[in-house]
C-alpha cells in the first residue's frame, strides 16, 4: 500500500506495520530506504497531489480484533454506522486517538475503510489506534452490552442531553453518517441516544465536530473519577 | 461569486445575499432564476468537481463590522490566527454558526478568507454567521478586553484545563493554526490560555476539532446559566 503525506508516513514509521520504502522530495527521512523523487513521481505513485513531498510503500493496515476490544478492562469504543466520506474518518480516527480512547469499529460494508486518505487525514493516529471491523453493527452493540458496555448513540432528536449519562466504566458511543444518522437496527441496539445542543440556523454538526465533543465529553469524565 | 455545493446553495438561498442564478443538474432548485447545465458545464464554471450538481452566482459575501460584534451584549466570538486552510475555516464556522456563537474574526492577512471552497466546507453555514476581519488581531484582543470581554486562548502547554474558566459574558476564545499554535503578540494579549487533554501517541487535535470541545463547553457554561 502506499500511503502519503508528512504525518502519515512519520506515524507510519512511528507505528506497528512495515514501511518498505520512501520516496521523498528532501531527504530529512530515516527509518526505511529512502529514494529522492520530483513531487510529480511522488503524485504518480500514489495517486494524489496532497502528498506534501513524501509517499511510502507500507504494510496492508492491520484492524483489530473487535472481540478483543470489547474484553479490555473498561474499554472506551467508538463505533461509525456507515460512515463513508474518508475525511470524516480520518478526523474521527485523529480525535479519538488524542482522546485515548480504546478503539473504533467500523462496519465491514458501507463504511469508508483505511485507505491511504484516511491515513492522510488522521494524520497518521490509524497508525496507533485499534480499529476494527464488524460483519454486522447492531449485533457487535449488542456483544457490546453482553460486555457490560453501555452504548449511546448520538441522535438529533434525543432528549437526553450528552452531558446527562454516566460515561465511567465500559463505553461504546456510536455516531451516524450525516444527514442520514442512525440506521433503526442500530438506534434500537442502543442503550440510550443523546443529543448535542444546537442554536443556530443550521442544525447539524459535522460528524467528526460532534465525535470531538462527546468524546470530550466522555474523557473528561473518566478523567475527572480517575484522580 | 461562484458558489457550488448543495448545501452551500441551500443556504445561500436562506441567507442575506443576492443569489442572482443558478446553474444545476437537476431541477428542483427555486428561489432564483434556474439553469440546467451537465456536470462538466458546472465544474467549468465553479473550478471545483465537488459541487454536487449544483452552483450559483452569488453576491460577494459580506463581513461584519469586528466593533459591532464587541458590542453586543456578553457576545461569544471566535478568532482564529492565521488558519489558512479552508477546510478548517469551514469546519470552524459551521460548528460556530450550530453552537451559537456570535461571530467568528479573522486577521486579514495570512488567513482564510470566505471563499467559496469555505462556503462548501462550512456547509452554507458561513450564510447565517457573523464573520469579521480585522487588520490586527492582537489589536482586536485588546479591543475585547476593554469591551469587557474575556479572551481565552487555546495552547496545548497552558496550564489551565479548559473546563477550569467561567466562560458566561462576553468571551472570546482564541485558536491558532495548526502546528503553529499562537504567535506571541496574540498569546499575549490572552486573558489566559487553556489546555485540552491528551492520551494518545498524536499530541495534537485537529484545530477544527480542538474548536468544536471548546465551543460546546462554552455554549454549555451558558446554557446551564440560562435556565
Known amino acids: ?30 527509518g526505511a530506504p529512502v529514494t529522492q523523487a520530483s513531487p510529480a513521481d511522488i503524485t504518480a505513485r500514489c495517486g494524489s497531489d496532497a502528498h506534501q513531498g513524501v509517499c511510502a510503500d507500507v504494510e496492508e493496515y492491520r484492524y483489530a480484533n473487535a472481540a478483543e476490544l470489547l474484553a479490555r478492562s473498561e474499554p472506551f469504543l467508538v463505533a461509525l454506522d456507515e460512515v463513508t466520506d474518508p475525511q470524516n474518518l480520518g ?9 485515548g480512547a480504546t478503539g473504533v469499529v467500523l462496519p465491514e460494508r458501507r463504511s469508508a475503510e483505511v485507505t491511504p486518505a484516511v491515513c492522510k487525514a488522521s494524520a497518521g493516529a490509524v497508525e496507533h489506534l485499534a480499529i476494527a471491523q464488524v460483519r454486522n453493527l447492531a449485533d457487535f452493540l449488542r456483544d457490546a452490552k453482553q460486555a457490560e458496555c453501555w452504548v449511546y448513540g448520538a441522535d438529533a432528536a434525543a432528549r437526553t442531553p450528552y452531558r446527562s ?15 442520514k444518522g442512525l440506521r433503526p437496527r442500530v438506534r434500537d441496539a442502543c442503550d440510550d441516544l443523546v443529543s448535542l445542543p444546537v442554536r443556530g440556523r443550521i442544525d447539524s454538526l459535522n460528524v467528526s465536530a460532534a465525535a470531538a465533543v462527546l468524546m470530550y465529553e466522555i474523557l473528561q469524565q473518566r478523567l475527572d473519577t480517575s484522580t
Open 1 to 30: 500500500v502506499i500511503i502519503y503525506g508528512r504525518n502519515a508516513v512519520t506515524e507510519a514509521l512511528r507505528g506497528q506495520r512495515r514501511v518498505r520504502r520512501i520516496w521523498a522530495v528532501k531527504g530529512d527521512w530515516s
Open 91 to 99: 478526523a474521527v480516527c485523529r480525535t479519538a486517538e488524542v482522546a
Open 165 to 179: 449519562p454516566d460515561y465511567r466504566g465500559g463505553v461504546v458511543l456510536v455516531l451516524g453518517a450525516e444527514g
